[in-house]
């Protein structure tokens, strides 16, 4: 058993590192959508008074939270070619993803920015600062302080998730692992090796941000 | 000395601020009631009055932190508040209310100085951002500030790097920085431990003295009586006296007034001596 496994690692390593690699690439590049798209919904959702960004911003991310993020890669990945808009199987998969952290991040972002002081932007009022530079010079730099840990667990979450793509055929950690289950019948060994691989990368990865998250709460004192 | 003809007519001029017959609520709590004062250049005006007059709403409502409900405001000719045809106010426009914030500057109970940013980011960052100002300009303006509130050596330290007089020292610096033509204060020493509040008052006096336009909402009245030209009392809303400093707290006409200065001038002492707990009451 050991000794087959060992045998076997040798031959799947090269296919299981790759599809490693192509997991964390997904987890940086989702990730970096899901920040950007949800800052600008988080903005589009401070103002109700600015109807014209509210409702539209508010309206995606409810359809967003209320349907399932599989639901959400199959529509891309099948029905937008309909549409005549065809895009590659991994640009879908970080789109799709990225989309869809990005309706749960707005969320952390909005609660960011109204952590900040009201006498924040009532002391940038008083210095007649316009309300674009007083978000960017005041309130936003003391938002993302305060959402560096919340987005720490949402990069976690993000990892394992990506998992969810092997299903449009991306050649990421779970599907190389299905490919050579399928191939080998080693179900057993494989799916076990699959499982430690997420598990020391995702590991880690949240005790650091749950000792960052302890560190930033001593820093405020 | 080319002020000297100015100053000489300065009766006869337009006063920097007008305020007529001002009216503001927060739901059914009048706060202020036919408020009605005009403060000239130069004219440093102290307001006291129990918590809850509407003293820090009168200051609220001159930089447009809050809307009036009726009533004309009127700060250097910019027509803050005016009534509109059904005789509510009208709410100014973005445009007037930034033309008005860059005539006066405000000092905060909080200090409310940008965590994030140096000593120097904080008062540099509106006059570059606003004022057009290039770094450099900025930063010899700011230099000089901090040399005259005696923390130049503060400049490249962070907000909770200071002591809470230092801190609002460099809050009124900040303002400064913008060159307002007026300033207010709303009790900017009644958040600071009381060895520090000195400090403070030193470089408000400063600014008096250099001839500042200022309105202050203070507890402390041994600072009122030495640096006002003019104090006014409030009550529940409304102006119930105004005058000079002599007449208001040696010989108030207003019963109301005469009660209030007893009270804190007999609690004045303990008031000093723990700001904390005279502003929770």
Redesign the interface.
């Known amino acids: 058993m050991i000794e087959s496994l060992a045998k076997n690692l040798e031959v799947w390593s090269g296919p299981l590192l790759n599809g490693t690699i192509l997991t964390v690439f997904l987890t940086f590049t989702s990730f970096a959508v899901g920040l950007s798209l949800g800052l600008v919904l988080a903005l589009a959702r401070l103002n109700r008074k600015l109807w014209y960004f509210y409702w539209p911003a508010q309206t995606f991310v409810e359809l967003i939270r209320g349907t399932p993020l599989i639901v959400q890669l199959f529509y891309l990945f099948f029905v937008l070619p309909f549409v005549g808009i065809t895009m590659d199987p991994i640009t879908t998969g970080i789109l799709g993803l990225g989309i869809n952290y990005g309706a749960y991040m707005s969320e952390v972002y909005r609660g960011g920015i109204e952590a900040v ?1 009201r ?2 932007w ?9 309300t674009s ?1 007083i978000m960017r ?2 309130v936003l ?2 938002a993302f ?1 305060i959402i560096i840990p919340p987005m720490g667990n949402y990069f976690v979450a993000l990892f394992k998730d990506t998992a969810i793509v092997a299903t449009i055929s991306i050649t990421e950690l779970l599907f190389t692992a299905r490919l050579i289950a399928s191939q080998t019948f080693q179900y057993l060994q494989v799916y076990t090796i699959v499982l430690v691989i997420y598990f020391v990368i995702s590991y880690p990865a949240s005790r650091a941000v749950a000792r960052l998250e302890r560190y930033m709460r001593i820093a405020d004192r | 000395m080319t002020e000297s003809p100015t100053a000489a007519t300065t009766g006869s001029r337009a006063p920097l601020i007008e305020i007529r017959e001002v009216h503001k609520s927060f739901g059914t709590l009048e706060v202020l009631r036919d408020v009605t004062i005009d403060v000239d250049s130069g004219e440093v005006v102290v307001v006291i009055g129990p918590s809850g007059a509407g003293k820090t709403t009168l200051l609220r409502v001159l ?3 809050e809307a009036v409900d009726a009533g004309t405001i009127k700060i250097k000719g910019i027509r803050v508040a005016e009534p509109g045809p059904d005789g509510r106010s009208l709410r100014p426009d973005d445009r007037t209310i ?1 033309a008005v ?2 005539e ?3 000092v ?1 109970q ?1 200090f ?5 940013m140096t000593v120097m980011d904080n008062i540099t ?2 006059p570059i ?2 004022r057009g100002l290039d770094s450099e300009e900025a930063r010899g303006r700011a230099t000089a500030l901090l040399r005259r509130i005696g923390l130049l050596d503060k400049a490249n330290v962070y907000p909770h790097q200071l002591s809470g007089g230092q801190q609002q020292r460099v ?1 009124i610096a ?2 400064l920085a ?1 060159q307002p033509e007026a300033m207010l204060f709303d009790e900017v020493t009644s958040a600071l431990d009381p060895e520090l509040v000195g400090e403070v008052l030193k470089v408000m006096r400063q600014l008096a003295d250099d001839g500042m336009t200022m309105i202050i909402v203070t507890h402390e009245m041994q600072f009122a009586r030495e640096v006002a030209d003019r104090v006014v009392v409030m009550d529940a809303g409304r102006i119930i006296e105004m005058g000079q400093p002599r007449e208001i707290f040696q010989a108030p006409r207003e019963p109301r007034t005469a009660e209030f200065l007893r009270r804190v001038l007999v609690e004045g002492r303990e008031a000093t001596a723990s700001p904390a707990q005279a502003e929770s009451e």
């Open positions: 002081e006498g924040q009532e002391a940038a009022h008083a210095l007649a600062m316009p530079l010079a005041v730099p003391q302080r | 930089n447009c932190l930034r914030r860059l006066i500057g405000m905060f909080r409310n100085l940008f965590p994030h960052i509106a951002h606003v809050a900040r303002a913008m």
